[in-house]
């Protein structure tokens, strides 16, 4: 009996610790990242690679601890995806494309996506709508918007006083700050990314997905066997 309880013990602070600071298992359950992730795939993301962090709280009991983050061996770079903590809910993980690393701007016009006032060619994206948001045609509520006239490029800052009406289509130039990342969703008309909540801040990224090692159709009721061993990228 005391044998086995020590295996099942150590079989569980064995799964803490590569849980913590190795890999974590993950689940699409947006359509943001369409149709690079769909809802429905499992993915296992690499902790290491951006440094993993230690938990915030012990697992069962809800207790506070001291939390400090491991030395990463790479970073965030343009085109990435990456895991992370919502901003607005640290409770939450969102999984997004990194479009825009710190020194950047950032910009979008037409629903073309501009980085240093160079266009991007993003194949992986997609666009479902036709129609373009324009500041006379804007559907979200504008407040969603007002973080970013902090952060636009200074001499636009000074020229668009008063009157900068982003979109979700038509916004900035804006600048990344240090220590920040600027984040969207390759399904780009539906998603909830950094254009409508702000910039991704170093310490809440948690990893980047490597593999997809399982795909279930909630529609068809089926598992996508043509997705499972897919590398993400």
């Not at 990242?33 to 069962?60: C, I, Q, S």
């Not at 991007?120 to 918007?145: A, M, T």
Request: net charge positive; hydrophobic share 40%.
């Amino acid at each position: 009996m005391k044998e086995w309880v020590k295996s099942l013990g150590l079989a569980f602070i064995l799964f803490l610790v590569i849980r913590t600071f190795l890999v974590q298992a993950f689940k699409i359950p947006t359509g943001s990242m369409e149709n690079t992730l769909l809802v429905g795939d499992f993915l296992l993301v690499n902790k290491l690679a951006y440094g993993a962090t230690t938990p915030r709280k012990l697992p069962f009991l809800d207790l506070e601890l001291p939390n400090f983050r491991l030395p990463g061996y790479d970073t965030p770079k343009r085109g990435d995806i990456i895991v992370f903590e919502y901003p607005l809910d640290r409770t939450l993980d969102f999984v997004k494309r990194c479009v825009a690393v710190s020194g950047d701007t950032v910009e979008m016009r037409d629903k073309v996506l501009y980085i240093n006032h160079v266009p991007k060619d993003e194949p992986y994206v997609q666009h479902l709508e036709r129609e373009i948001r324009r500041h006379e045609n804007r559907w979200f509520d504008v407040s969603k918007f007002s973080w970013q006239y902090d952060y636009l490029t200074k001499e636009n800052k000074e020229e668009l006083k008063g009157r900068y009406l982003p979109t979700r289509d038509n916004f900035g130039p804006l600048f990344v700050p240090d220590g920040c990342y600027f984040c969207m969703g390759d399904n780009r008309d539906f998603s909830s990314d950094s254009r409508f909540w702000g910039f991704v801040e170093k310490d809440l990224i948690k990893g980047r997905p490597m593999i997809l090692y399982f795909s279930w159709d909630q529609k068809q009721l089926l598992p996508r066997l043509n997705r499972i061993g897919h590398i993400i990228q």
